[in-house]
């Protein structure tokens, strides 16, 4: 009986101070944060996000992936452009590049490019798009999906 006086009464200054909501909402995005998508999927169907070049490259131009009727495709815009290098690959990351994501060699260094992510790829997991040189293992660039 002791115990549970003892917690009412540790609780009760938290909930006079008006915490107690704000304790329960970070409860909340805690528990559910593993099960929501992290990236934010519009009315088209679409994200997209602008390179910025990585490990002294410069990378830059628009990206956008797109969930179509048989899964999802990447497109590389128009405005692509990147200053080469040895084995330049396409992957995706959440805060940070997935080498388990990697799909596809780049077709190009610059220009409109269109990729099929592979079916086992779970893009709205992921918030960026990467260009990451297999070789020497270092980013390229990379574009925050939004």
């Known amino acids: 009986m002791r115990r549970s006086v003892t917690r009412r009464a540790q609780i009760r200054p938290v909930i006079a101070r008006g915490l107690l909501p704000s304790l329960v909402a970070v409860a909340a995005m805690i528990f559910f944060a593993g099960a929501a998508p992290t990236t934010a999927w519009g009315a088209d169907h679409a994200v997209r996000g602008s390179f910025q070049g990585a490990s002294n490259h410069v990378t830059t131009g628009g990206v956008t992936v797109e969930k179509t009727a048989n899964g999802y495709v990447l497109v590389l815009e128009d405005d692509f452009s990147f200053d080469g290098a040895p084995d330049p690959q396409i992957g995706f990351g ?3 590049y997935d080498g388990n994501t ?3 060699k780049l077709k190009s260094n610059s220009g409109k490019q269109t990729y099929e992510v592979p ?3 779970d893009v709205a997991q992921y918030n960026e798009v990467w260009v990451w040189c297999e070789k020497f293992s270092v980013p390229l660039g990379v574009a ?3």
Do not use: P, Q, V, Y
């Open 94 to 96: 959440k805060d940070g």
């Open 144 to 146: 925050k999906l939004r």
């Open 119 to 121: 079916a086992g790829i």
């Open 102 to 104: 990697r799909f596809s």
